[in-house]
């Protein structure tokens, strides 16, 4: 992933609403959620969903499909994979120790 996707994938997801939305979409899996029942878990007006929804499309972390006339939408998450690996590409100092996670991950300090 490049710098470039990454922030318009964090600046997409640097928003109350957006990020509740895509955490729901994670949680529902590849079948995804209907816009109706995003709009029904969110309690969000049409109009502010939809404009959510399409900030997250175009940061390619949320794809939709016409079902007829429901609208089902899904996480990519391929592209939510490469922002974490983008995220993470540099802990534990690039070391492929079995021991470094994420979740373990301390910055290196350089000596000056």
Same mark, same amino acid.
């Given at each position: 992933?490049?710098?470039? #996707? !990454?922030? +318009?994938?964090? =600046?997409? @997801? ?9 955490? @729901?979409?994670?949680?529902? =899996? #590849? *079948?995804?959620?209907?816009?109706? *029942? @995003?709009?029904?878990?969110?309690? &969000? ?5 939809? $404009?959510?929804?399409?900030? &997250?499309? %175009?940061? *390619?972390?949320?794809? #939709?499909?016409?079902?007829? %006339?429901?609208?089902?939408? %899904? !996480? $990519?998450?391929?592209?939510? #994979?490469? @922002?974490?690996?983008?995220?993470? *590409? $540099?802990?534990?100092? =690039? +070391? ?6 994420? +979740? %373990? ?8």
């Amino acid at each position: 992933m490049e710098s470039t #996707d !990454a922030l +318009s994938a964090l =600046g997409a @997801l640097a928003h109350e609403h957006r990020l509740s939305l895509f955490r @729901l979409l994670v949680q529902a =899996g #590849d *079948e995804g959620m209907a816009v109706g *029942e @995003l709009a029904e878990a969110t309690g &969000l007006a049409g109009a502010t969903l939809t $404009n959510h929804l399409h900030v &997250l499309r %175009r940061a *390619e972390l949320v794809t #939709d499909e016409r079902r007829g %006339r429901v609208i089902q939408c %899904r !996480a $990519n998450y391929a592209q939510m #994979d490469a @922002l974490l690996g983008f995220l993470t *590409e $540099n802990c534990c100092a =690039g +070391s492929p120790s079995a021991n470094c996670a994420p +979740s %373990r991950c301390k910055p290196t300090r350089r000596k000056p």
